[in-house]
């Protein structure tokens, strides 16, 4: 393909043109693109030796569980913490020259009436207490290396509300980092919903409970910086964008991330200068209610995976669960669902948590599979149910047949059916440090049999 095509095709990508037109360019272009990539990922290989020299700045590399007043250890037992910006000596990696640990991401946070109304009142008077709707899932976040949330509502101070402009208390930071989380995601089609002022005081609230973020930012110089943490020695990049703001016009243009594959690749070439082993790109995108991917979002992940610009694509926002793909030997999340809500169609309380299992030794950092938990939420306390341990501690106890144990069964068999099982991804009930052990009674066509 000649360079017109080429830039036919990127433009194709970046300015959202009907995706059918141009099928056949972007499969010419791939095709050149996979006989170059040999090139490309030899000459990547010694660009990253090189940026080992390269010193990051302290704020911008934390050992996850190291940053803010509330934050929880989430170092294996003997292993020593690394201060921000300190490289693992390498004797102490090579005394453990292979590691294997488990990322966790999880589906939108998006805080209803309903469930600003039930915080209310867990907290008695003093403030908003979101916990008692984690507290399930919290010893899951708690077990893996990494746990990244997706905040789709802005936080603030204030009266809160609900859709179509959300206001969420700034209490729910707290919550957050309580549960588990160390980085999270503010990109999305609501992140201007109280405009500049809305994307402050998320970034203030956050920054407070010593939770990371990325997606918005309340300057230019806040957007220019990779939100870079560190775990069992291996550095992680993690990007954010979305693919629209409701309309609402951008205050400024660095405010909020749009997704957009030059934008996504400057990004992660600046993360793999200064770094990282691992870049995730966490993108708000798809058609609402709808469990297949769109055009956006196949063309996109295949792109950026098929040409390891990034390591991995985690999405959420359709508000049902999507398929997990793995693409040329990576993976795209493609949609997490709904992690908790005021939504009460079935599906929209379905969600999953993925958990990433990584292999790391000195030469190579590899995500080895992408496993999931089906979770739900449930009603009317809007607790959200890790669905299969659950579903087994209600028949263990004499439960097995109660309404509670009847949602969770189905909702396994949805999302089951729709997310599927291949050989490098599978439901799983619990995080582990490597393969997490499987959802009893699921088969290999995908439909849970429990």
Partial sequence: ??????????????????????????????????????????????????????????????????????????????????????????????????????????????????????????????????????????????????????????????????YPAFNTPTDLAEAIRWAGWDVCSTASNHSLDRGQDGVDATAAALDSAGVRHAGSYRSARDAGRIVMLETNGVRIAFLAYTSWMNGIPSPNPWTVNLISVPRIEADARKARARGADLVIANFHWGTEY?????????????????????????????????????????????????????????????GLMAVIHVRASDSRVAITGVDYIPTWVAHPGYVIEPAASRLSELAASGQGDGALATELRASIERTVGIVGQTGRIHPIDTVSRGRGAPIPGTEPDGIARI
């Fill in 290 to 350: 709808r469990h297949e991917t769109n055009e956006e979002q196949s063309v996109v992940a295949h792109d950026l995976l098929e040409r390891h610009v990034v390591d991995l694509v985690i999405g959420q926002h359709v508000h049902v669960v999507q398929p997990i793909e793995r693409i040329a030997g990576l993976f795209a999340v493609y949609g997490e669902g709904n992690l908790v809500s005021g939504m009460t169609r079935l599906e929209s309380r379905d």
């Fill in 1 to 162: 393909m000649g360079y017109q095509g080429q830039h036919r095709a990127r433009r194709a990508i970046v300015r959202g043109r009907p995706w059918i037109r141009y099928r056949p360019i972007l499969r010419s272009y791939r095709r050149r693109h996979r006989a170059s990539s040999r090139i490309g990922v030899t000459v990547g290989l010694i660009l990253l030796g090189l940026a080992v020299l390269v010193p990051v700045a302290a704020d911008q590399l934390v050992p996850t569980g190291a940053r803010g007043p509330a934050a929880h250890p989430k170092v294996p037992a003997g292993a020593q913490s690394v201060a921000p910006g300190a490289r693992t000596p390498t004797a102490e990696r090579h005394r453990d020259p292979v590691r294997e640990f488990d990322l966790v991401a999880t589906g939108d946070i998006l805080i209803h009436t309903a469930l600003w109304e039930q915080a209310l009142a867990a907290g008695h008077g003093d403030g908003y207490d979101f916990r008692p709707m984690f507290r399930d899932i919290r010893p899951l976040l708690r077990r893996a290396a990494l746990a990244i949330c997706h905040l789709e509502t802005p936080l603030g101070d204030g009266p809160p509300s609900s």
